[in-house]
């Protein structure tokens, strides 16, 4: 039995965001039934294709569904599936991406019918706003998220994955706003109703560098492939054999990265002690770095890291993946079946130790009913709501009121997974030390960094930290960790994103923590898993993007791996370690049962790569590495414009779009031209078509080339800069930035969440934790302590709200010791 066995989820229309989310329920049991016309969902016939001529994406989004035809000609089609979706609990719709013929059908209606039916609609940028009726693909919409701009050679044109990555993103919100209806239902509430868009929901990946750029300006560029502000290095290097993944964060790795290498020179030039010092001198660096690192294979190399704790990694080509074993026991790799085609695909991310997903499944056939375990008398939520009472949900509560969630995460991964869990309503403590505070407030120890309180005015920290109550705790003491413990026995869920067995060894394991409290949820976000071979190994969301296959099929066929971002595996972690908890509350509200999550962050980043894998698996060949090209879409490319680095995302997803695109731009020839009439047609003559294309975007400024492509119905977007979002008008239109106060920040956006379910999103309700800022409220209104037994923590150093300079800090450990001894 999977965790939701008993729920029945019905997908309508064709987004593969809304599949993505449909199969997550599908991994853990649910009873998925896929709606599709008589010719199939247009996602089935969409490259790569098997040799078969089976989708590998398709199989990716939909093993473990059912199949369900529903001919919109029919005159009983809106009567037929309304009866179908009266008999669910979720509706993922898809339609305002791709109606896919589906029938028209009353969904107000049916919810006055259905209160207890949980409804969400996804669209590329929502119903309302001034790109709402653009016509859109994966990568025109990362392009107005600001995700290509930063990417590729200096010169241009920005380099960037041809598709397959908006959809997982999306997919994973959707699934968050889905599940955590769920789990609000399970508590007597109604259906939630939510909207979705695409296009905010890969802001997430985003706002780091949008509100960096508001905090410093305009400092963030485009400076290379494999290069990435704000810290040197963080890319993919040649070795003697395969590709090395090296980023170096800390002055501690950066020492002993050198001492590697054997550059004792760079390791003691004062410039260079901090990443974003290095960016000054990189051509410097890598002179040096480049021939030394070509002497030894990056596995020799790994295992030197290894041994030193510095985050580098083999970069693997798909053909590794597949040859992984620990990929296939763990399910990172799994079996599927695609007609008579046997294959393998990339299995669930969410590793539940006692309730764990299925291990891979079956495409289903048009038209197929998949028979699976599922006792929908387990649970029913239709029995639990009475008619009318879909306007009972309190506006003010959310779906995780009175969740408690003691967060021991640092950095950008594990802090916007539990800020999401806040923003769902969740109470989340934030424990931090004044000896070791969170690392996203600063990495510098200097005591000018540290007196002026510079590690309170990052906005990243700021920007990930909302909605959280903060304290602080040493938890190398004994009781500094008693405390921790009364804590957690109060709670619903811990969640730490250290390195493996950090909080083993502090005495707060899974083992111990689960005696406290039964029902407990508790996740590790390690970087390969608890249980890996490569458990040890240090990482931050560059070096799981490295090790993920991903920048293999990025570039072209001659150049080196490409990677997508500063730190990709962040925000795709983060937003998958939600997901996993709510389907562990989902478990232990129905059962009292809590678990162990191992989330292995690198197994993340993998979904992206998912296509390349299953062609991999079946044709035996590495896969084409397509540059700016599309395997499905011709043409596909990003394009220069009039204006200094101005670049614009074009892309034709049909024969009626490539003919007016050609008209556009003034080959009405082509447009007539029927040997031209299919993609694979086009690609014959694709310079040529790219060559026109860009002598026509050039005249034009790239926002007005947009403009008329649009008003021509033809997929294209802007390669925005970051700081360009800032003053966005479809996000300005939308409510998405929202203005928060903080102490030393003063007056700051936010950003929302791109789930909502109203007009507006939900509201930020407090700004980040200062450090320490809510001791006395903990200890004292949640533990019960006295002011006298606080004041002694203070004085102690157990508790306390000023970080500590490197001599403080050194001045500490000593009294620490003194006091053991």
Same mark, same amino acid.
């Given at each position: 039995?999977?965790?939701?066995?008993?729920?029945?989820?019905?997908?309508?229309?064709?987004?593969?965001?809304?599949?993505?989310?449909?199969?997550?329920?599908?991994?853990?049991?649910?009873?998925?039934?896929?709606?599709?016309?008589?010719?199939?969902?247009?996602?089935?016939?969409?490259?790569?294709?098997?040799?078969?001529?089976?989708? *590998?994406?398709?199989?990716?989004?939909?093993?473990?569904?059912?199949?369900?035809?529903?001919?919109?000609? *029919?005159?009983?089609?809106?009567?037929?599936?309304?009866?179908?979706?009266?008999?669910?609990?979720?509706?993922?719709? #898809?339609?305002?991406?791709?109606?896919?013929?589906?029938?028209?059908?009353?969904?107000?209606? !049916?919810?006055?019918?259905?209160?207890?039916?949980?409804?969400?609609? *996804?669209?590329?940028?929502?119903?309302? #706003?001034?790109?709402?009726?653009?016509?859109?693909?994966?990568?025109?919409?990362?392009?107005?998220?600001?995700?290509?701009?930063?990417?590729?050679?200096?010169?241009?044109?920005?380099?960037?994955?041809?598709?397959?990555?908006?959809?997982?993103?999306?997919?994973?919100?959707?699934?968050?706003?889905?599940?955590?209806?769920?789990?609000?239902?399970?508590?007597?509430?109604?259906?939630?109703?939510?909207?979705?868009?695409?296009?905010?929901?890969?802001?997430?990946?985003?706002?780091?560098?949008?509100?960096?750029?508001?905090?410093?300006?305009?400092?963030?560029?485009?400076?290379?492939?494999?290069?990435?502000?704000?810290?040197?290095?963080?890319?993919?290097?040649?070795?003697?054999?395969?590709?090395?993944?090296?980023?170096?964060?800390?002055?501690?790795?950066?020492?002993?990265?050198?001492?590697?290498?054997?550059?004792?020179?760079?390791? %003691?030039?004062?410039?260079?002690?901090?990443?974003?010092?290095?960016?000054?001198?990189?051509?410097?660096?890598?002179?040096?770095?480049?021939?030394?690192?070509?002497?030894?294979?990056?596995?020799?190399?790994?295992?030197?890291?290894?041994?030193?704790?510095?985050?580098?990694?083999?970069?693997?080509?798909?053909?590794?993946?597949?040859?992984?074993?620990?990929?296939?026991?763990?399910?990172?790799?799994?079996?599927?079946?695609?007609?008579?085609?046997?294959?393998?695909?990339?299995?669930?991310?969410?590793?539940?130790?006692?309730?764990?997903?299925?291990?891979?499944?079956?495409?289903?056939?048009?038209?197929?009913?998949?028979?699976?375990?599922?006792?929908?008398?387990?649970?029913?939520?239709?029995?639990?709501?009475?008619?009318?009472?879909?306007?009972?949900?309190?506006?003010?509560?959310?779906?995780?009121?009175?969740?408690?969630?003691?967060?021991?995460?640092?950095?950008?991964?594990?802090?916007?997974?539990?800020?999401?869990?806040?923003?769902?309503? *969740?109470?989340?403590?934030?424990?931090?030390?004044?000896?070791?505070?969170?690392?996203?407030?600063?990495?510098?120890?200097?005591?000018?960094?540290?007196?002026?309180?510079?590690?309170?005015?990052?906005?990243?920290?700021?920007?990930?930290?909302?909605?959280?109550?903060?304290?602080?705790? %040493?938890?190398?003491?004994?009781?500094?960790?008693?405390?921790?413990?009364?804590?957690?026995?109060?709670? %619903?869920?811990?969640?730490?994103?250290?390195?493996?067995?950090?909080?083993?060894?502090?005495?707060?394991?899974?083992?111990?923590?689960?005696?406290?409290?039964?029902?407990?949820?508790?996740?590790?976000?390690?970087?390969?898993?608890?249980?890996?071979?490569?458990?040890?190994?240090?990482?931050?969301?560059?070096?799981?993007?490295?090790?993920?296959?991903?920048?293999?099929?990025?570039?072209?066929?001659?150049?080196?791996?490409?990677?997508?971002?500063?730190?990709?595996?962040?925000?795709?972690?983060?937003?998958?370690?939600?997901?996993?908890?709510?389907?562990?509350?989902?478990?232990?509200?129905?059962? #009292?049962?809590?678990?162990?999550?191992?989330?292995?962050?690198?197994?993340?980043?993998?979904?992206?790569?998912?296509?390349?894998?299953?062609?991999?698996?079946?044709?035996?060949?590495?896969?084409?590495?397509?540059?700016?090209?599309?395997?499905?879409?011709?043409?596909?490319?990003?394009?220069?414009?009039?204006?200094?680095?101005?670049?614009?995302?074009?892309?034709?997803?049909?024969?009626?779009?490539?003919?007016?695109?050609?008209?556009?731009?003034?080959?009405?020839?082509?447009?007539?031209?029927?040997?031209?009439?299919?993609?694979?047609?086009?690609?014959?003559?694709?310079?040529?078509?790219?060559?026109?294309?860009?002598?026509?975007?050039?005249?034009?400024?790239?926002?007005?080339?947009?403009?008329?492509?649009?008003?021509?119905?033809?997929?294209?977007?802007?390669?925005?800069?970051? !700081?360009?979002?800032?003053?966005?008008?479809?996000?300005?239109?939308?409510?998405?930035?929202?203005?928060?106060?903080?102490?030393?920040?003063?007056?700051?956006?936010?950003?929302?969440?791109?789930?909502?379910?109203?007009?507006?999103?939900?509201?930020?309700?407090?700004?980040?934790?200062?450090?320490?800022?809510?001791?006395?409220?903990?200890?004292?209104?949640?533990?019960?302590?006295?002011?006298?037994?606080?004041?002694?923590?203070?004085?102690?150093?157990?508790?306390?709200?000023?970080?500590?300079?490197?001599?403080?800090?050194?001045?500490?450990?000593?009294?620490?010791?003194?006091?053991?001894?």
């Amino acid at each position: 039995m999977g965790v939701f066995s008993g729920l029945r989820v019905v997908e309508i229309g064709s987004a593969a965001a809304t599949s993505y989310c449909a199969r997550l329920f599908a991994d853990f049991g649910a009873d998925v039934q896929k709606v599709e016309p008589p010719a199939g969902e247009p996602l089935r016939h969409c490259n790569p294709l098997t040799p078969k001529a089976q989708s *590998a994406w398709f199989a990716f989004l939909n093993f473990n569904k059912s199949s369900i035809v529903i001919d919109p000609t *029919a005159s009983d089609a809106a009567t037929s599936l309304s009866a179908l979706v009266e008999m669910c609990d979720i509706l993922l719709d #898809g339609r305002y991406v791709d109606s896919a013929d589906c029938p028209i059908i009353d969904i107000d209606a !049916i919810r006055k019918r259905h209160p207890g039916l949980i409804y969400l609609e *996804a669209s590329w940028f929502g119903r309302a #706003g001034p790109y709402a009726k653009f016509a859109a693909t994966d990568s025109t919409t990362r392009a107005l998220a600001g995700l290509i701009k930063l990417v590729g050679p200096v010169e241009g044109p920005p380099l960037f994955a041809p598709d397959f990555q908006t959809a997982i993103v999306a997919g994973l919100w959707a699934f968050i706003a889905a599940a955590s209806s769920a789990f609000a239902r399970m508590h007597g509430e109604a259906g939630r109703a939510w909207s979705l868009s695409i296009f905010e929901s890969n802001l997430a990946l985003t706002e780091y560098h949008m509100f960096e750029a508001f905090a410093r300006g305009n400092v963030i560029h485009r400076i290379g492939i494999n290069r990435f502000w704000p810290s040197f290095p963080a890319g993919i290097y040649e070795t003697k054999k395969g590709w090395l993944g090296v980023t170096l964060h800390t002055p501690a790795q950066w020492r002993a990265f050198c001492d590697l290498l054997g550059l004792s020179e760079l390791r %003691d030039d004062p410039n260079l002690i901090l990443g974003e010092d290095r960016l000054q001198h990189m051509e410097k660096i890598d002179r040096q770095f480049t021939p030394k690192l070509k002497a030894r294979t990056a596995q020799e190399w790994f295992a030197e890291g290894l041994q030193r704790k510095i985050p580098i990694v083999p970069v693997p080509q798909i053909s590794d993946l597949l040859l992984d074993i620990e990929k296939g026991a763990r399910g990172a790799i799994v079996p599927v079946l695609l007609g008579e085609e046997e294959g393998l695909t990339v299995g669930s991310t969410q590793q539940l130790k006692l309730t764990p997903p299925l291990r891979g499944g079956k495409v289903p056939a048009l038209g197929e009913q998949q028979v699976f375990m599922n006792d929908r008398t387990r649970f029913s939520f239709t029995s639990l709501a009475t008619p009318g009472s879909t306007d009972c949900i309190d506006a003010d509560r959310r779906p995780l009121d009175k969740i408690r969630v003691i967060d021991f995460t640092m950095g950008w991964a594990g802090p916007l997974c539990t800020r999401t869990l806040a923003d769902l309503g *969740a109470d989340v403590i934030k424990i931090e030390a004044i000896q070791y505070p969170d690392w996203w407030r600063g990495v510098d120890r200097r005591p000018a960094y540290v007196n002026d309180r510079m590690y309170e005015k990052t906005m990243r920290f700021s920007i990930m930290n909302r909605n959280k109550r903060g304290i602080t705790l %040493d938890l190398t003491r004994p009781r500094g960790r008693a405390l921790a413990k009364r804590l957690v026995a109060g709670a %619903d869920v811990v969640i730490d994103n250290y390195s493996v067995d950090v909080l083993t060894k502090l005495g707060l394991g899974y083992d111990v923590l689960k005696t406290l409290n039964p029902r407990l949820v508790v996740m590790s976000m390690s970087a390969f898993g608890v249980d890996s071979v490569h458990r040890d190994c240090r990482a931050y969301g560059s070096t799981l993007e490295q090790a993920s296959g991903l920048p293999g099929v990025i570039g072209s066929a001659d150049g080196p791996p490409v990677m997508s971002h500063t730190a990709f595996g962040d925000p795709v972690g983060g937003l998958n370690g939600c997901a996993a908890v709510l389907i562990a509350l989902f478990h232990a509200g129905n059962t #009292g049962q809590g678990q162990f999550i191992d989330l292995a962050q690198v197994e993340c980043m993998m979904p992206f790569a998912a296509p390349w894998i299953t062609m991999h698996s079946i044709r035996g060949t590495q896969p084409r590495r397509y540059g700016n090209r599309h395997p499905h879409f011709v043409p596909h490319g990003c394009f220069r414009c009039t204006g200094e680095d101005n670049w614009i995302i074009v892309s034709t997803t049909d024969e009626e779009m490539w003919q007016r695109l050609a008209t556009l731009i003034g080959r009405p020839d082509w447009a007539a031209d029927a040997s031209l009439k299919s993609a694979e047609d086009r690609r014959t003559i694709e310079d040529r078509i790219e060559a026109s294309i860009e002598a026509w975007t050039l005249t034009r400024d790239a926002d007005e080339a947009m403009s008329e492509l649009q008003t021509a119905r033809i997929a294209a977007g802007v390669v925005r800069r970051p !700081i360009d979002l800032l003053k966005d008008p479809h996000l300005a239109s939308r409510a998405f930035l929202q203005e928060s106060e903080r102490a030393f920040l003063g007056s700051h956006p936010q950003p929302s969440m791109p789930i909502r379910e109203g007009a507006n999103p939900y509201a930020i309700r407090t700004a980040a934790p200062t450090l320490g800022q809510h001791n006395r409220e903990i200890l004292s209104g949640v533990l019960g302590l006295s002011d006298a037994e606080i004041a002694q923590f203070e004085n102690e150093g157990l508790i306390g709200t000023a970080m500590l300079c490197e001599e403080e800090l050194a001045k500490s450990k000593g009294d620490v010791a003194d006091r053991k001894n």
